[in-house]
């Protein structure tokens, strides 16, 4: 868990813009703004403030300025020692100034600290009151092309400046906004007061192209390189080393975001927003997606032979920040140069919050394939309203790097509420000092952690651990409810109360071992061979075709006689009849009454028990001595037929006779019946 985080706040009588530390001293914040030109009742100034308490900073120093001129849009520490410092600022000039092709936009001024004795009674500082420190203004210049727009609007929109040496930054770089034509302008800031002769470098960008974000910084063979990026693209220019006049050498390409594919809805590209150099050849992109839907860092690594770089590791910001809108960074060195060292990113985002990383930074040669973004804390609602700009204090290591004293970073953001915030940081000595240590600790921010091949290692043995005991406590679960046999004795873990509730007796205690609950092998191919029959035992329960031919000839089945009159007179035939041509076939209705009642007239004895069936019979040849057909029959025997017909429910008088002519009736069921069936 990170350490608490101290911060104090001062509010100010305009809205800033820029901001920037003493190089050498981080007790000292110059910070700027104001309302612009002819805005009645906010001024423009420049406010140096003590930052070297943590919890209470104030405003020391103020530097009034014109207000018929621009606010200030930029500003950076160029120069600085125990007395004073010198401050380069991006401040326009009036509206006519302008027009009439005249805009000193560099402006440099120098504000002086306030001078501090100490009293001994009390071993703490005090300000003394009687001495004023020296503030004034040293120069200002106009360092971009002259503009031919009818409307003159460019202003200085980015001021960065090289490392500072010994509190002296040597060069600067600047960049246009709103300008026809960008331009970014390469002078040197060593001189107080850097002039049009000062210039070495100009890089000129398309029409209505401007740079987002510029940087600089000193490269291994004593030259500079800047880098800088458009909306879409990153470049590249360096400076050689010992270089007095003005430099022609063209940007180099170094990286791009494609443009989305042809079949894609939305043909918007996400945008830089705006990058920072960590070493000569690592860059720091911050990226805002399309439609702010998020921003995302990028590092890429530039190639000392000129070609195009390459991303080797990015991060999505927290899905709270929508969009970024200003960056920081600072190096946290170490005492030798075999030691890592640690860089500290901070992000503003949209949603006034800050987030703070750390990125270890080896010291080996394949030092891209080694790094990692390691999350240190997310602040949020740090400011009233935007932010408009971040900057870090520079650390600066101890005399004695073998002692181990409390060291700080300090953060500072401003916002166009007026406000200015300090986070202080602490910072912790690694490793931690101990008797046997034979090299002087380094200050960091964050745990480095483990290298990769440890946390790999460590995740794997962490996994196994999980596994192991998650299958100890499924045998342990399975031992209790009596699922498997007790190897670990389970149930004498628990007490009687809860063994009485849960623990049961092993399921398969009872059960023979010598009978298996399931097949274990197949039947042997023998005892299969043996259940086979031959050929010759097939073909003795084949018929023949003169079998089949008697048995279709002598068919004969009882049926429903109104199925079969149905079937006979429906012109869609009942399925229930198969394989049989009624129409071919003779049809034979049988009574089981042996004998008929003599009177026709009289109704059958109920007790007698009367039934019919039908028979089909391929020939009716023997059929006329069995029976009558339907015309054949007597008027009485029509009747009684009639009579058992109805009761049967084989027919009814509404189909009328006709149904029943070609049809044989016979009452010797039982004698004539049974020997044809026989």
């Known amino acids: 868990m990170a350490p608490p985080i101290v911060s104090a706040k001062l509010t100010l009588s305009c809205p800033l813009y820029a901001a920037d530390f003493d190089p050498l001293n981080n007790g000292f914040l110059i910070v700027g703004g104001g309302g612009g030109e002819g805005r009645s009742g906010v001024a423009n100034k420049i406010s140096l403030i003590d930052t070297s308490r943590k919890q209470e900073i104030i405003e020391v120093v103020e530097v009034d300025l014109s207000r018929d001129e621009d606010s200030v849009t930029s500003l950076a520490v160029a120069q600085s020692n125990d007395t004073s410092a010198t401050a380069f600022a991006g401040i326009n000039s009036s509206t006519v100034e302008q027009q009439a092709g005249r805009n000193a936009h560099l402006r440099s001024f120098k504000l002086g600290f306030p001078l501090k004795k100490r009293k001994e009674s009390l071993s703490v500082e005090v300000e003394d009151a009687r001495l004023t420190p020296e503030t004034k203004a040293l120069g200002r210049a106009s360092l971009f092309t002259s503009s031919s727009a009818a409307k003159k609007e460019t202003y200085q929109r980015v001021l960065r400046l090289s490392r500072a040496t010994d509190g002296i930054a040597k060069f600067g770089v600047i960049a246009t906004g709103l300008a026809p034509v960008g331009e970014i302008v390469v002078f040197d800031a060593s001189k107080d007061s850097p002039g049009p002769g000062d210039v070495r470098g100009r890089i000129q960008l398309g029409e209505k192209e401007e740079a987002a974000d510029v940087d600089i910084i000193e490269t291994e063979n004593g030259g500079y390189r800047v880098v800088y990026c458009t909306d879409y693209e990153v470049y590249s220019y360096d400076m050689p080393p010992s270089s007095n006049k003005t430099n022609t050498i063209e940007p180099q390409f170094l990286h791009g975001i494609p443009f989305p594919d042809v079949f894609s809805k939305s043909k918007k590209r996400p945008t830089f927003r705006s990058l920072r150099f960590l070493t000569p050849s ?3 992109l911050v990226q805002n997606k399309i439609d702010r839907t998020g921003a995302e860092l990028f ?48 992000i503003a985002g949209q949603d006034i919050s800050i987030t703070i990383l750390t990125l270890e930074h080896p010291h080996s040669r394949n030092a891209s394939t080694q790094l990692k973004f390691r999350m240190h804390t997310f602040l949020r609602n740090v400011h009233p309203l935007q932010m408009t700009a971040l900057s870090f204090s520079n650390f600066i290591l101890p005399s004695d790097a073998s002692v181990a004293t409390p060291q700080y970073l300090k953060l500072a953001s401003i916002s166009i509420a007026n406000t200015v915030i300090v986070h202080t940081l602490p910072l912790s000595p690694f490793p931690p000092p101990s008797r046997n240590q034979t090299s002087p600790s380094r200050y960091i921010l964050t745990n480095p952690g483990r290298s990769e091949a440890a946390q790999t290692g460590f995740s794997v043995v962490v996994s196994i651990v999980v596994v192991a005991f998650a299958a100890l406590l499924l045998q342990a679960f399975t031992e209790i409810r009596g699922g498997t046999p007790e190897y670990l004795g389970a149930k004498g873990w628990l007490n009687e109360r809860v063994h009485s509730y849960i623990a ?8 023979s071992i010598d009978i298996p609950l399931i097949p274990t092998r197949l039947p042997r191919i023998e005892e299969v061979r043996e259940k086979i029959p031959t050929t010759e035992e097939i073909k003795e329960h084949i018929p023949t075709a003169e079998d089949l031919k008697e048995s279709v000839d002598n068919f004969s089945q009882k049926l429903s006689l109104r199925a079969i009159l149905a079937h006979l007179h429906s012109s869609s035939p009942d399925d229930h009849i198969p394989l049989l041509d009624l129409r071919s076939k003779s049809i034979m209705v049988r009574s089981s009454n042996p004998t008929p009642n003599p009177n026709p007239d009289s109704k059958d004895d109920p007790n007698r028990e009367t039934s019919l069936s039908t028979e089909l019979y391929a020939s009716h040849e023997d059929l006329a001595q069995q029976g009558k057909k339907w015309e054949d029959l007597h008027e009485t025997e029509k009747k009684r037929w009639r009579r058992r017909l109805i009761e049967a429910g084989e027919w009814s008088l509404s189909e009328g006779e006709v149904v029943l002519k070609g049809i044989f009736f016979s009452e010797y069921a039982g004698a004539v019946g049974g020997l044809v069936r026989g």
């Open 504 to 511: 049961r007796p092993y399921m398969f205690e009872n059960v």
């Open 299 to 346: 590092l890429l690594n530039i190639s000392s032979s000129g070609k195009v770089g390459s991303i080797v590791l990015r991060k999505r910001l927290h899905k709270a920040i929508k969009s970024a809108t200003a960056t920081a960074t600072v190096l946290l060195p170490s005492p030798t140069s075999k030691q890592n060292m640690q860089h500290v990113i901070a």
């Open 282 to 284: 690592l860059v720091l």
